[in-house]
């Protein structure tokens, strides 16, 4: 089994910031993509910023320059730096990760989600 759990969201003011992580556990052999997705209510789930095992990263364009994607391997973590918060960035905000759990066997893993408000 592999499990995706996701931290640190929460409220915070308009222009503020947050750090979320995610950590993948379990029994794989690799993790290759790591994304953050996010979805408002009524909205679709979008792709917020995404970061391969190389480390080649792509953002939605609503987040380029506030907010930066990381990684640790050796931790098997994710990391959201989001800065400059917004209202419009307020939503549920989930970890995929895409694993091997095999040489043959490669599946796509959601966590719970971590709910970010930004609010004054």
């Known amino acids: 089994q592999v499990q995706v759990v996701e931290s640190g969201g929460g409220l915070v003011q308009p222009g503020g910031s947050l750090r979320l992580s995610c950590v993948v556990s379990?029994?794989?052999?690799?993790?290759?993509?790591m994304g953050w997705y996010r979805q408002a209510p009524g909205k679709q789930r979008e792709l917020v910023a995404s970061?391969?095992?190389?480390?080649?990263?792509n953002y939605a364009d609503s987040v380029k320059g506030r907010f930066t994607i990381s990684r640790d391997n050796a931790k098997a973590t994710v990391y959201l730096q989001m800065n400059s918060l917004k209202p419009e960035d307020t939503a549920v905000y989930y970890c995929?990760?895409?694993?091997?759990?095999?040489?043959?066997?490669?599946?796509?893993?959601w966590g719970q989600g971590t709910q970010v408000t930004v609010s004054s």
């Open positions: 995929n990760a895409d694993v091997s759990r095999t040489l043959k066997v490669r599946i796509d893993y």
């Open positions: 379990g029994s794989f052999i690799s993790i290759n993509a």
């Open positions: 970061i391969t095992s190389r480390g080649d990263i």
